[in-house]
């Protein structure tokens, strides 16, 4: 197995403050993975330079083994048909119906006939839970969960093998988190996905993630579920040994 | 024997058997190649024969077994499922069994559809379109009120005035905008000039471009071309900024810490507006005035002092204030059209667009209105 994502020792710096310094993480296929840090640890710049939203200052991003901070426009863009990603607060265009908004990929990248397009982006809708009447609504009129779930539709629009979720629970109740992350394991597995998330929420890492990586002070550590709980590095054991992770047991991850 | 359509083929080749249809499918089903794909299922004749596929030399994505899932359940010979020889694909299942439950979140209303040329459905969408002018008038006089009461009640306590934030405001709406007001008012003296010195010169009247300009000048064009360019300067701006700050709930958040929204958002913004705009009417006045003297000079051959001599003869004592005089009332009707319109965004950015195009809109609309009331007034009044 490849790996699907590949950083090598990515620097990025703003200013004088250093976000990663020398940062290397790798993803194998099939894996779903999971990015835990701190606030301001630079997770969400990881995010956006892997998905070559921003150019790092230092280093190489590989996606699918191709280097995507030397890449020209075009090229680029085919690289980008080729994930989905769901942003934190879902991101969906506000102007554009649900349907629409898991149409716009397509429409962009393929050439397809409209009942095709309808039926497709229904499909679609309807692997992530929403039904028809859900789709003609407005992102305005959708609940939290819906949003979530209607901007995990939109990543799936071109049949990407590889997905990006940033923060995919945030903001639920714990009923419609716990929903989302066995919706994202079921997914993951009928589709074939890898799966890459930033998570704060430890009932989804626990419940989705096969390996973990935990960015401190610029760097990763990688490692699987039960490696990384009896981490001695204080951020980590403070983060998986807290209070709130007491009550969690190891056994039911990965 | 082998059927006529595998010619050219690429993904779909049929082999018709005395008692059923082969179809052998391979290449790559997915959306990209959908569009090549179709023209071949919709060339294939099956005639209603059973039908056995082989799908071990194609590879699926989700739209290519949509595809796949599509065309049997519209071809399927009644009575004789499709069977696969072979292991059918993966993804085939998860669509069959995706479309078979029902969604787990199902939307709370559903979106009503109408016939279009129904005449209940006019009738009530005349009805619903009145009732929302209605309510829109209501909402109207009460922002109206609300910001009375606010004026009002902040007039007895100083400290409600909010200094730093009028200040503020006075330096966005008003010292910024000197530079483009100062432009705009020489401009337009100088075209009034020499579009006056052109009409009069055939009179031998030149002299009275003096009075065209001052009065001009002092009386309509200084205060009403900087309230427009205020209006599209600042009004956007109010209507923006307060709209940015519904949608990110931060009006919302006010009021729950129990701060009135008009009094921290709208009244600085309104004495501000209205501190800054007379300021700058007197900055448009002054510039205009040198842009008028200027081309005197230049085209008419007018020495200064002689312009200067009959500028002051021109001008009543009137001239000046009844210009001056109307630059609060247009401050005030921009203010209001642009915070107004920014307390009124809800739910997405679209409205925020829409809304800060009407704050701009309604704000030059009034302003133009209001100056046309002043004309009758003053006309009235013999000033």
Redesign the interface.
């Known amino acids: 197995m490849g790996a699907v994502v590949e950083v090598r020792g990515l620097v990025n710096r703003f200013g004088r403050q250093t976000v990663h310094r020398d940062l290397d993480m790798s993803v194998a296929e099939g894996e779903v993975f999971g990015i835990v840090g701190g606030s301001g640890s630079g997770k969400s710049v990881l995010l956006r330079t892997i998905l070559g939203l921003q150019q790092p200052s230092a280093g190489t991003v590989l996606l699918g083994g191709r280097d995507i901070t030397r890449m020209g426009v075009a090229e680029l863009r085919a690289v980008k048909a080729g994930y989905g990603v769901t942003f934190q607060q879902g991101a969906l265009f ?2 554009l119906t649900v349907l629409q908004n898991v149409q716009l990929p ?1 429409i962009e990248h ?4 409209a009942r ?1 397009l309808d ?2 982006a229904l ?5 992530v ?3 028809a ?2 789709a ?5 009129q959708l ?1 939290g ?2 949003v979530k ?1 209607a901007a995990l539709a939109r990543a ?1 629009a ?2 990407p093998q590889l997905l990006f979720l940033d923060e995919p629970t945030s903001g639920l109740d714990p009923i419609g988190a716990q ?1 989302f992350d066995e919706l994202v394991v079921y997914l993951q597995r ?2 074939q996905l890898t799966v890459v998330m930033i998570t704060h929420d430890l009932d989804t890492l626990f419940g989705t993630c096969t390996r973990v990586g935990v960015l401190v002070d610029g760097k990763m550590v990688t490692d699987t579920l039960q490696g990384i709980v009896h981490n001695p590095q204080p951020w980590i054991h403070a983060y998986f040994q807290g209070q709130r992770a007491q009550h969690r047991e190891v056994s039911h991850g990965a | 024997m082998t059927s006529s359509h595998a010619r050219g083929n690429v993904y779909c080749a049929a082999q018709r058997r005395p008692d059923r249809i082969e179809l052998a499918l391979s290449g790559e089903w997915s959306a990209a190649t959908l569009p090549a794909i179709q023209p071949e299922l919709a060339a294939l004749e099956l005639g209603g024969q059973r039908l056995f596929i082989d799908a071990s030399a194609a590879r699926f994505d989700l739209s290519g077994a949509w595809l796949l899932h599509d065309y049997l359940a519209g071809h399927a010979a009644p009575g004789a499922p499709p069977e696969f020889t072979g292991s059918p694909p993966p993804a085939l299942a998860l669509i069959a069994r995706t479309l078979a439950t029902d969604p787990v979140l199902p939307a709370s209303e559903a979106v009503a559809q109408t016939a279009w040329l129904d005449p209940a459905a006019a009738v009530e969408g005349l009805g619903r379109k009145a009732v929302r002018g209605w309510r829109l008038i209501e909402a109207l006089l009460a922002f109206l009120g609300r910001v009375s009461y606010a004026v009002g009640r902040a007039s007895f306590r100083p400290r409600r005035w909010r200094p730093i934030s009028i200040t503020r405001h006075v330096y966005d709406t008003g010292i910024t905008a000197i530079p483009i007001v100062a432009l705009i008012a020489f401009l337009i003296a100088v075209i009034l000039a020499y579009m006056g010195a052109q009409q009069l010169r055939k009179f031998g009247a030149d002299i009275y471009v003096v009075d065209l300009v001052t009065v001009g000048v002092l009386r309509e064009l200084g205060v009403l071309l900087t309230a427009i360019i205020v209006a599209g300067r600042s009004g956007s701006a109010f209507a923006a900024e307060i709209g940015a700050m519904r949608l990110n709930e931060e009006v919302d958040a006010l009021q729950a810490i129990g701060v009135d929204p008009i009094e921290v958002l709208v009244l600085p913004r309104l004495l501000g507006l209205v501190i800054a705009l007379p300021l700058l009417t007197v900055i448009a006045d002054g510039i205009g005035l040198v842009g008028g003297g200027l081309l005197c000079h230049t085209l008419l051959g007018m020495p200064l002092a002689q312009f200067l001599n009959r500028a002051s003869d021109a001008i009543a004592s009137t001239t000046f204030w009844v210009g001056i005089i109307k630059a609060p009332v247009f401050a005030l009707l921009i203010a209001l059209a642009g915070t107004w319109c920014g307390l009124r965004v809800r739910g997405s950015s679209r409205d925020l667009g829409r809304l800060t195009t009407l704050a701009v809109v309604q704000a030059i609309f009034f302003v133009i209105l209001a100056d046309a009331l002043f004309a009758v007034l003053f006309m009235e009044m013999d000033i």
Request: glycine share 8%.
């Open positions: 506000s102007s397509m393929l050439q397809l006939p095709a039926e497709l499909l679609k809708l309807r692997l839970g929403l039904g009447d859900a003609r609504k407005y992102p305005a609940s969960g819906m779930r799936l071109l049949d929903a009928e589709l």
